[in-house]
């Protein structure tokens, strides 16, 4: 099983939808969360970190669920300029440098 | 501040050949990442730094790989023989190095291996 683990996606909604991206890991003692955006042929970037208590960014959530080993970005009111894949990143106890990265999950925004 | 800087952007080379990836990191950042992203396995860390000092390299590949710090502001990843599977875009990152601080990621090279 891998990590982390992502649906490919892509994801097609039409601008001003709600989307919403699951990414699930294995490890269980994985200490830090966090999303990133990366842009077709760019580097990724940071998105945002994911708390415990879950959290919010404008018009992007990011929630964690310890019990189901998933966290989650909910991104509302879509725009054209959200066309990107989205990474989820795992940090884990006693690796706290070593970030591991999803496959992604691909999101078109259309007209 | 420039960021993380890669060179070259590109490269194709034929296999059999030695390709050698350049990166400096943000100054003050003492973490140095070298990643490899392929369509099929995403983002795969292959090695990192801590203060110049290599602390994880389980993700090289195989001994063709081999990637060096000598100092602060300078890392290098070499490939020697390339093989046609080596084709990917590499990445080198930093950061501060506080535990879940971000990566910031270098623009990448793009290495084709013919």
């Known amino acids: 099983r891998k990590e982390v683990e992502q649906d490919p996606g892509p994801f097609n909604v039409p601008e001003g939808a709600t989307v919403a991206f699951n990414c699930t890991y294995s490890?269980?003692?994985?200490?830090?969360f966090f999303w990133y955006r990366q842009d077709c042929r760019k580097e990724p970037k940071l998105l945002m970190s994911?708390?415990?208590s879950g959290n919010e960014d404008g018009r992007f959530t990011a929630q964690l669920n310890r019990a189901s080993q998933y966290i989650s970005l909910l991104i509302r009111d879509s725009k054209l300029s959200d066309s990107a894949t989205y990474l989820c990143?795992?940090?884990?106890?006693?690796?706290?440098?070593?970030?591991?990265f999803g496959t992604g999950t691909r999101l078109q925004v259309t007209l | 501040d420039a960021g993380v800087i890669q060179s070259p952007r590109h490269e194709v080379t034929e296999m059999g050949q030695e390709v050698t990836l350049r990166c400096k990191p943000i100054?003050?950042?003492?973490?140095l990442f070298w990643y490899r992203q392929t369509m099929m396995r995403g983002l795969e860390l292959l090695i990192y730094?801590?203060?110049?000092?290599?602390?994880?390299d389980s993700g090289m590949p195989e001994d063709r790989f081999s990637a060096k710090m000598p100092n602060a502001s300078f890392s290098t990843l070499k490939i020697q023989p390339s093989e046609p599977r080596d084709s990917a875009v590499y990445f080198c990152?930093?950061?501060?190095?506080?535990?879940?601080?971000?990566?910031?990621f270098g623009n990448g090279t793009r290495l084709t291996v013919t």
């Open positions: 730094f801590n203060n110049n000092v290599p602390i994880d």
């Open positions: 990143v795992v940090v884990n106890t006693g690796t706290a440098s070593k970030l591991t």
């Open positions: 100054s003050g950042h003492d973490y």
């Open positions: 990152a930093s950061s501060p190095g506080v535990a879940g601080s971000p990566l910031h």
């Open positions: 490890n269980s003692a994985s200490q830090s």
């Open positions: 994911v708390y415990s």
